[in-house]
């Protein structure tokens, strides 16, 4: 989908079980994100139910598992997938143009969707006009229309696939000759509209359904499908099928996919899909971060070189730039840099540091780039530790996109990066039982996610980096239609409100080290100060020294708070790395000792060297 100016605002991708594509910076700027979005799935939905998709998905199946094994034949069968996504293009356009302006009509009126039908590029309209005798028909309501739409697209895609005619196409490789006449979909639509006018609807009704058993049998004897075939496939494709429907219900059960699968195959940022212009120099630019590739096709000497991303303002334009470095030339520049980013297809989770190069002690942004991705990456961490989360908006901000931010307590020196949906962001959050800690961009806690950075200056300079990388904006920080400056918004009021204060030197660090409700003992547990869910950094202190109370136990810290009652505002905390490493200096300066509890029941502690601690604490560290 584009606009008049011709930027893309989305794409839809049917191969490996098809994912829709959202472009954050334009979409924002324009606000078309809900249509955008809308229109893309309807892109999705057409291809997964109906016949021609249905073959389109089985032959793209056959490529992938192919592709390793046989070269020869992976590269035979995308010629034929080639054919039909070419022939499928414009019957694909003029059903998701006109389902979208028909959604717009359903929900913002009739002068929103003339708007929205105004600002398209003129290929774009004949698409939405091809089909004026429904949309336009004042007889019909907005349900109608939607159904009688679905209703001939879906006839002009539903192919009989199951005919000899087909199936031998497929077989001599025949396919742009059996879509010259009659079976091109372009020419069943013009059948179906035909048939509409008449008043003969029972036949698009009727269209042609796939046999897939006979269908895939045939596939794989004719030597199609050599290695997509199986019982399991079958009865894949049969699921799908009986699905399949053109009346109501098949409009309502779109509504319902979107809170499933097709859902979760947005994407907001695809960075093997960007496009870079190389030759301009990365030597003395002022860019505060650098994105690293190693597994590139772009490389020219993939073994020894690296490819680097940056993005710029161009006379105007924001632009991405790229070039092609050595280790010793990459190094270098990483030098001059606030952080270095990666994918993290390219980082290595268990060591903490990107696989194929030393980010020389700064900094590193890992990009996740999908939903399955994120969700796979969320389920392995809260398996071995504590993580903050960071999320750019609340509930009470009616964003469409949002950035989901990560870092591990255990090494504040990586930032996760998830770019999506705030109904995305909000599913992978409440899934995983997460929505009771997450920060927001507006509070000051949200800070401590980026707490490896020396200050709020350096703070604002690495938040403005990944938004104008990921939004391929320009990032004018005085302009309010700036996607970047829109998504930083409130992390750049709460720096400013935090940047005047009188604070101790490594505040954020501070502040990120203190434990939270989910920190675990490593493996002492204390008693610390809340107030409104956050921990004010004040420790329980015993005897007259004011020594910091420490229990072997959370057991025992628990019934030592029951038994002492005056405690409201106190909460059981575990005493881990990041912590102690954080209070132990401090309390060798002022020649503290702890209180270590050894019985609850008799009252009974013994005051402790730090260094006693110490050893406990980081011998397995």
């Not at 979208?100 to 359903?106: G, P």
């Not at 990107?354 to 980010?359: A, E, G, H, K, S």
């Not at 109370?549 to 881990?576: C, E, I, M």
Request: net charge negative.
């Amino acid at each position: 989908m584009r606009s008049e100016t011709i930027k893309i605002l989305g794409q839809y991708r049917f191969q490996e079980g098809g994912s829709i594509q959202l472009f954050i910076g334009p979409n924002m700027e324009l606000g078309t994100e809900q249509s955008t979005l809308v229109h893309e799935m309807y892109h999705m939905y057409l291809t997964n139910k109906t016949n021609f998709g249905l073959a389109l998905n089985m032959l793209d199946l056959e490529r992938v598992f192919a592709e390793e094994t046989d070269a020869s034949h992976s590269r035979r069968i995308q010629k034929l997938m080639d054919v039909m996504s070419q022939r499928m293009l414009e019957v694909q356009e003029i059903y998701a143009n006109n389902m979208e302006l028909l959604w717009i009509r359903e929900h913002a009126g009739y002068e929103a969707e003339k708007k929205g039908y105004d600002c398209k590029p003129k290929e774009y309209k004949k698409y939405c006009d091809a089909l004026k005798i429904i949309t336009e028909n004042d007889e019909k309501s907005t349900l109608e229309k939607q159904q009688l739409v679905n209703l001939v697209c879906m006839y002009a895609m539903n192919i009989d696939a199951s005919s000899e005619e087909f199936l031998a196409a497929l077989r001599t490789d025949e396919l742009a000759r059996y879509f010259s006449g009659e079976q091109h979909p372009s020419r069943r639509l013009e059948k179906g509209l035909n048939l509409f006018r008449s008043g003969e609807l029972e036949p698009l009704y009727n269209s042609f359904r796939i046999d897939i058993d006979r269908f895939m049998e045939r596939m794989q004897i004719d030597g199609i499908l050599k290695y997509a075939y199986s019982e399991e496939m079958k009865l894949k494709f049969n699921e799908i099928l009986s699905t399949i429907a053109v009346d109501k219900s098949s409009l309502e059960h779109l509504t319902s996919l979107y809170h499933d699968h097709m859902e979760e195959s947005i994407q907001v940022f695809d960075i093997s899909s960007i496009k870079v212009f190389r030759g301009l120099s990365f030597q003395g630019r002022d860019s505060k971060g650098l994105f690293v590739l190693k597994l590139c096709d772009n490389l020219d000497f993939p073994a020894e070189n690296y490819y680097l991303l940056d993005h710029m303002d161009d006379k105007g334009e924001p632009i991405y730039i790229a070039e092609e470095a050595s280790e010793s030339e990459m190094t270098e520049l990483i030098r001059s840099k606030l952080c270095v980013a990666v994918r993290l297809s390219e980082y290595d989770w268990n060591n903490n540091r990107p696989n194929y190069f030393d980010p020389s002690g700064k900094p590193v942004v890992v990009l996740i780039e999908e939903y399955q991705e994120c969700r796979d990456w969320i389920q392995n961490e809260l398996q071995k530790g504590e993580i903050y989360v960071g999320n750019l908006y609340d509930e009470t901000v009616k964003n469409f996109f949002t950035i989901l931010f990560f870092n591990r307590r255990h090494d504040p020196n990586t930032i996760f990066v998830f770019p999506t949906t705030k109904r995305l962001g909000m599913k992978l959050i409440e899934n995983h039982g997460l929505s009771g800690a997450v920060l927001y961009s507006n509070q000051e806690e949200f800070l401590k996610i980026f707490s490896c950075f020396a200050n709020e200056p350096d703070m604002l300079m690495v938040m403005h980096w990944i938004t104008t990388f990921l939004t391929n904006s320009k990032g004018e920080y005085a302009s309010l239609e700036d996607s970047a400056t829109k998504l930083q918004f409130d992390f750049t009021r709460t720096l400013l409100d935090n940047v005047l204060q009188i604070k101790h030197k490594d505040h954020y660090k501070r502040i990120a080290s203190l434990p939270t409700l989910l920190t675990v003992g490593e493996p002492f547990y204390t008693l610390m100060e809340f107030e409104g869910g956050r921990n004010t950094g004040n420790i329980k202190a015993e005897t007259e020294g004011h020594y910091p109370l420490f229990f072997n136990s959370k057991p025992d810290a628990l019934q030592w708070l029951t038994s002492n009652p005056n405690h409201d505002n106190y909460r059981v905390v575990g005493v881990d790395c990041r912590f102690w490493n954080e209070i132990m200096p401090f309390l060798l300066r002022m020649k503290k000792k702890v209180c270590l509890c050894i019985s609850v029941e008799k009252s009974k502690g013994a005051l402790v060297e730090p260094h006693y601690i110490d050893r406990l604490i980081n011998r397995n560290s």
